[in-house]
């Protein structure tokens, strides 16, 4: 029952997430306009963007309001394949650079 | 415990729905998954030659950044609207106009995105970005720019379509609620690639 409440009109919810993703769009675009290290711009950027997929996620595409089987289904088939992704394939690519400059 | 362990057997047992959304929206879903699998191992492999890259040029220099923002916003738009129709269409009370409406201004704002990312690949083969080179540095810069962002854009493009049948149909009564939740769902999956792609390709 909440899963189609949750279903239903949300306007409010719709355009504070909007509001929210651009505010974080901007906070991106100015620490790429900042001399900030880069450590720092890493950290800000990549947080921005996993919180904003989360947003759209959650609030767009309702993944908040669904049965939790359907949304850990999606969330940890998508995190899990992807981190196991970048997991495994960085340090072959770091080794390669280190090993392309000797 | 045990109560718990049965209800549970219950719910998966067969003849009932264990996530409570019909086959189209959990069909809906597989195709999210592994298309956004798809972009994973793309973007992967950009990491991967990003990291080994010991001349990969300064996207600052070469992508006029205000023109990308300005293209996120459109596509963080265009999911605010097609939120609004999927609320709107699945608000009984509500008239089908507006849930048209907002439809409507979802196919403009990917059809603006998709102009904006012509212009950006005609400035770019204009300056000599090539599948295979470019005069900015390591080729596969140009290369994962092409890749990427074509895909992308085949996405949007097919998104406009569907959105386009599913705005005729809504207007003759043809189509389902549920269908406009479904084209919602793969409009924001759009959206969502969309946000990688901005931060890892053109910002980081």
């Known amino acids: ?102 | 415990m045990a109560q718990a362990a049965e209800q549970m057997l219950d719910r998966w047992s067969g003849g009932v729905c264990p996530f409570e959304a019909g086959w189209r929206k959990v069909m809906m879903w597989a195709f999210i998954i592994t298309d956004g699998l798809l972009f994973a191992g793309l973007l992967g492999s950009y990491g991967y030659a990003r990291i080994m890259s010991a001349r990969w040029p300064d996207q600052a220099a070469v992508f006029d950044l205000r023109l990308i923002a300005l293209m996120t916003f459109i596509l963080i738009s265009s999911s605010a609207t097609m939120a609004n129709a999927v609320g709107a269409a699945r608000d009984e009370g509500a008239r089908r106009s507006v849930s048209l409406r907002w439809l409507l201004l979802t196919i403009l704002g990917g059809a603006a995105f998709l102009g904006m990312q012509a212009y950006e690949w005609t400035h770019l083969i204009g300056a000599g970005a090539r599948l295979d080179g470019n005069p900015w540095g390591d080729p596969l810069f140009a290369s994962y720019f092409f890749i990427l962002t074509g895909f992308h854009g085949t996405h949007v493009l097919i998104g406009v379509i569907v959105l386009t049948a599913l705005a005729i149909r809504w207007q003759k009564r043809l189509a389902s609620r549920e269908g406009v939740e479904l084209a919602g769902l793969y409009w924001h999956f759009v959206d969502l690639v969309w946000v990688f792609i901005f931060t890892l390709f053109y910002l980081v």
């Open chain 1, 1 to 102: 029952m909440v899963a189609k409440a949750g279903l239903l009109l949300r306007p409010r919810l719709y355009w504070a997430t909007w509001l929210t993703l651009l505010a974080l769009t901007v906070v991106m675009l100015v620490a790429d306009g900042l001399s900030v290290p880069r450590l720092a711009f890493l950290v800000v950027v990549l947080s921005a963007m996993l919180v904003k997929a989360s947003l759209i996620g959650a609030h767009f595409m309702h993944l908040r309001f669904e049965r939790l089987p359907l949304a850990l289904t999606v969330i940890v088939g998508l995190l899990l394949t992807g981190v196991i992704l970048f997991a495994l394939i960085a340090p072959d690519a770091v080794r390669i650079a280190a090993m392309s400059h000797r």
